[in-house]
């Protein structure tokens, strides 16, 4: 039979619980026939002390011990009564005695040359002598047997009876013991039932599954914890489906482009001239660009993208970039601003291919979704040991919400995926990644222009 978690908990506190019981009563048991025994010792000894007193007292009257001599009921007696110094026993009482006295253990009486006056002749190994004095005399022998265990019945039945109620007691503490487990059990297991229904709920692809942290412990944290997971699982599955559909849309777009030119051509619709075979070849290098971009992408998540570091001035690359999307801002009649101080001269260790792989991502975004008839501004400053590199541009702006989402993959500002207002591509999250991987950072920020400012910063490589 499989147990579940509450069984197991409960069997668990109940051990526990057993063991406890039975070491407290079995402690309890030598703790209690130990401190009996001591007790009944330290009783007899007052008594035995009370006894040679008699004795004494009763010698003292008689001059010898004739009065004893094989009077084993007197001494019976004796031994008995406790007789009391005030009433010494010269006598034997013909009355009975009234009320209950326990005996004392076996005793034999000795006079001063160690004769047997009353009592058993032979004694055990143990046995000890107490000496009976008279004025500085010795007039005799008390030999006793220390108690080693109970052998009167109403000392055992007091023992017995105590033993029997502490195993009672032990009985009725396990009873209490279970009962308290199973509400332990029940109670503890309670955040642990419901987080496992979370969890199953969550395994079957319910993203939404959220879990009430109710205490601040270990039990709560983990609650903490798995809302976290579910949220993150959340936003994942979110960022796949959108970005499977953006995939969709950004590879449909330049193929059904190909298809309807090809189509149109076959047709005869369409003259295949240069221009007509340029147009194809853009939307091919259009296409080619974005499974690269993709490609690189994935290498960069693995980290498995190649990086070649080399200490150069990253100004001559950016003008390379720059020099080679004149002709597109030129169409577009977007004005371009190059801010960069004469001779700057400042050196970074970087990857050439990779830094003029950045600059075209971010020069294709400024193109791509500028305004035509607006304005570029490029930019390079330094700051202390950091080097700065801006790009900014006019309307259209990006409201300041979607600014810290604008690197992910595939995001875009509107949801109509619509490439001429809200593409972004995964240009973005590449330059991220590559600027990343230098050791700078990347921004986004609304620019002073109108439109989206793209601030870039690098470690300066000291000379």
């Known amino acids: 039979m499989k147990l579940g978690i509450t069984s197991k908990l409960f069997f668990a506190i109940l051990f526990c619980c057993v063991v406890v019981a039975l070491a407290i009563g ?24 009370t006894l040679k007193s008699s004795l004494v007292e009763s010698y003292r009257e008689e001059g010898s011990w004739g009065f004893l001599h094989g009077n084993e009921r007197l001494w019976r007696r004796l031994a008995r009564a406790e007789a009391r110094p005030d009433r010494p026993p010269q006598r034997p009482d013909p009355l009975p005695h009234h009320g209950f006295r326990l005996p004392l253990p076996p005793l034999t009486l000795l006079d001063a040359e160690g004769h047997v006056v009353v009592g058993s002749p032979n004694w055990q190994p143990d046995a000890t002598r107490t000496a009976l004095q008279l004025d500085g005399r010795r007039i005799g022998w008390l030999v006793s047997v220390p108690v080693s265990r109970l052998t009167n019945a109403a000392d055992l039945r007091f023992q017995e ?7 009672l007691f032990a009985v009725l503490g396990v009873l209490l013991a279970a009962a308290v487990a199973v509400l332990l059990a029940r109670f503890m297991l309670v955040p642990v039932k419901r987080l496992a229904s979370a969890l199953h709920q969550l395994a079957t692809g319910d993203y939404s599954t959220r879990v009430q942290a109710s205490s601040r412990d270990e039990l709560g944290q ?44 076959e047709d005869g619709v369409r003259t295949p001239t240069p221009e007509a075979l340029q147009s194809l070849q853009a939307e ?23 990086y070649r570091m080399e200490v150069f001035d990253p100004v001559e690359v950016l003008q390379q970039a720059l020099g080679a999307f004149g002709e597109r801002l030129q169409s577009r ?20 291919q990779r830094l003029l792989q950045l600059f075209n991502n971010l020069l294709e975004n400024a193109v791509r979704y500028t305004d035509p008839g607006g304005h570029l501004r490029v930019g390079v400053s330094r700051d202390g ?8 541009d006019s309307e259209p702006g990006v409201p300041a919400e979607a600014l810290p989402r604008l690197f992910e993959r ?19 999250a590449l330059c991220r990644s590559i600027v990343e991987a230098h050791g700078g950072t990347i921004e986004a920020r609304p620019s002073p222009l109108g439109g989206l400012w793209i601030s870039l910063t690098f470690p300066l490589r000291t000379r």
């Open 410 to 428: 595939l995001y875009r500002v509107e949801s109509s995926r619509n490439r001429a207002s809200g593409g972004a591509g995964p240009g973005l």
């Open 161 to 167: 009876g105590q033993l029997k109620a502490g195993w």
């Open 222 to 265: 983990l609650a903490g914890d798995f809302n976290r997971l579910a949220r993150v699982l959340e936003n994942n599955e979110q960022m796949r489906r959108h970005f499977m559909a953006d995939i969709s849309h950004e590879l449909r777009t330049p193929l059904a482009v190909l298809r309807g030119e090809l189509e149109a051509m």
């Open 284 to 306: 091919v290098a259009t296409l080619s660009k974005l499974v690269d971009d993709l490609y690189e992408l994935s290498l960069a998540d693995v980290g498995a993208l190649s």
């Open 26 to 49: 079995a402690a309890s048991r030598l703790s209690f026939k130990q401190g009996f025994l001591d007790y009944v010792s330290q009783r007899d000894a007052q008594r035995l002390e």
């Open 333 to 352: 009649s977007i004005a371009l601003e190059i801010r960069i101080p004469p001779q700057a001269g400042w050196m970074i260790e970087a990857d050439p």
């Open 385 to 392: 040991d950091r080097l700065h590199v801006d790009f900014q």
